[in-house]
């Protein structure tokens, strides 16, 4: 059974940091692209970041440019996003995706283009 599981995330206060990590279990993600979305309460799921099966090459969000860095390590089969200055907009619900195909051109960046998700991992922003 394919699995994506999210951890790390957790309440902080503005201006902080946290790493949330996603595991993949069941298969290798090692020639897909991996990417993160989030969804806050009462909005639709939105894109954060992707990165290319070899993570050199990844895309982000206008809203996350700049503060949130996405990685891979596809040794241990896993993704990661490093969230500095964090704000209380970015209070969320985050999940893990993954492609599941191997993938040509242009990184993907919406939901749909995804086929695995993780069961997500609530971020909060204290303001």
């Known amino acids: 059974q394919v699995q994506l599981a999210e951890s790390g995330g957790g309440l902080v206060q503005a201006g902080g940091s946290l790493r949330l990590s996603c595991t993949a279990s069941g298969r290798t993600f090692s020639r897909d692209p991996m990417g993160w979305f989030r969804q806050a309460p009462g909005k639709e799921r939105e894109f954060v970041a992707t990165i290319n099966w070899s993570g050199d090459s990844t895309s982000y969000a206008d809203s996350v440019k700049g503060r949130f860095t996405i990685s891979r390590d596809n040794a241990k089969n896993t993704v990661s996003l490093q969230m500095n200055s964090l704000k209380a907009e970015d209070t969320a619900v985050y999940y893990c995706?993954?492609?599941?195909?191997?993938?040509?051109?242009?990184?993907?960046?919406?939901?749909?283009?995804?086929?695995?998700w993780g069961q997500g991992t609530q971020v909060t922003v204290s303001s």
């Open positions: 995706a993954a492609v599941g195909l191997q993938w040509i051109g242009v990184l993907p960046r919406r939901s749909t283009q995804y086929n695995y």
